[in-house]
């Protein structure tokens, strides 16, 4: 985090964090519902391979989606790959949005409404996820890491949000309900399941831009 991205946020009013999980860079806010999943270190889940874990948590949240009328996508190998290398001009790979990685989410033209993240330590796993419920602000994004407008258009035909699927408000309790029951199906049955960002559906103002080292 450089001195100059400090100052850059603080003139616009957001905070900026680094999460130990890595990963590109995240614009938190109303438009996004955050998602958290603590495994103990004696889970299974806890146990697998990290690829593993982000298809098991995908999965679940793919089905409380669908629970709730709303049809999403596991990204597929060749789905990444193939994010990847667009994401090469202009360069996406700075933006978590950016790219697709195992167990994340996209709509049914290949357009990415989840992102995931994990953090392992001794004591456990955790799973973190950004569900897109409206369009975030790509080119304040874009700008604030001095990245050119261009990216800021890329970044909005590459993602979707439930927004654009729905003609009424996200159903947060319903979705909630259904991933609980999901990361049973999957699992992941002891975990913790929270919902951190929540006030963020109230707030009017982006509440920070969060960047990791690559994954």
């Known amino acids: 985090m450089t001195p100059e991205l400090e100052e850059s946020a603080a003139a616009r009013g957001i905070d900026v964090v680094r999460r130990d999980s890595g990963g590109g860079a995240v614009m938190t806010g109303p438009w996004m519902l955050g998602i958290s999943l603590w ?5 299974p889940a806890a146990q697998a391979g990290p690829v593993d874990t ?4 995908g999965a679940a949240c793919r089905d409380a989606l669908g629970e709730l009328g709303i049809a999403a996508v596991l990204a597929t190998d060749a789905d990444v790959a193939r994010s990847i290398e667009r994401a090469r001009l202009p360069d996406l790979r700075w933006a978590c949005f950016g790219t697709l990685s195992h167990g994340e989410l996209v709509d049914q033209a290949g357009r990415k409404l989840l992102g995931l993240a994990q ?18 602000d790509w080119a304040l994004l874009c700008e604030l890491f001095g990245k050119p407008a261009e990216a800021g258009l890329v970044l909005r035909d590459v993602t979707a949000a439930l927004a654009h699927q ?5 159903e947060l309790e319903a979705f909630h309900a259904g991933l609980r029951r999901g990361v049973a199906r999957y699992g992941l049955a002891s975990v913790s399941v929270d919902v951190p960002f929540l006030p963020q559906l ?7 831009a969060i960047q990791g080292a690559a994954r």
């Open 39 to 43: 495994l103990p270190p004696t889970e």
């Open 54 to 57: 982000f298809r098991r948590f």
């Open 166 to 170: 729905r003609g009424r408000e996200f």
């Open 119 to 136: 953090c392992r330590r001794p004591g456990g796993v955790l799973l973190e996820g950004g569900l897109l419920l409206s369009e975030p």
């Open 202 to 208: 109230t707030e009017r103002k982006p509440l920070a």
